[in-house]
Nanobody, 121 residues
Framework: QVQLVESGGGLVQAGGSLRLSCAASGRTFSTYRMGWFRQPPGKEREFVAAITWNGRITYNADSVKGRFTISRDNAKNTVYLQMNNLKPEDTAVYYC??????????????WGQGTQVTVSS
């Protein structure tokens, strides 16, 4: 099992940047595929970005391509989401997930508690 804790959310103006972090417990972090998801107010959770266990392959949702970058540091048991050129529609609770078996965009077994990102216009 792995336990996940997100941090780095906050309030930012449109066009600004934030970097989210997701710290994982356990010694097997490097074997998990990691993903970021978000849940806007009143909407369902949606996929944002994912990265393979070794960091060699990443995949982003169309809505964030060119603006968000996912990365990981297996030595620190941490996955990051660098968010640039933020827009009001990026406002959501952001969650990180971990999984070994599913696809890049679904099937995640472990979740953090989420961190709020609010983008003002």
């Amino acid at each position: 099992q792995v336990q996940l804790v997100e941090s780095g959310g906050g309030l930012v103006q449109a066009g600004g940047s934030l970097r989210l972090s997701c710290a994982a417990s356990g010694r097997t972090f490097s074997t998990y595929r990691m993903g970021w998801f978000r849940q806007p107010p009143g909407k369902e959770r949606e996929f944002v970005a994912a990265i393979t266990w070794n960091g060699r392959i990443t995949y982003n949702a169309d809505s964030v391509k060119g603006r968000f970058t996912i990365s990981r540091d297996n030595a620190k048991n941490t996955v990051y989401l660098q968010m640039n050129n933020l827009k009001p529609e990026d406002t959501a609770v952001y969650y990180c997930g971990a999984d070994k078996i599913g696809t890049m965009t679904s099937g995640y077994d472990y979740w953090g508690q989420g961190t709020q990102v609010t983008v003002s216009s």
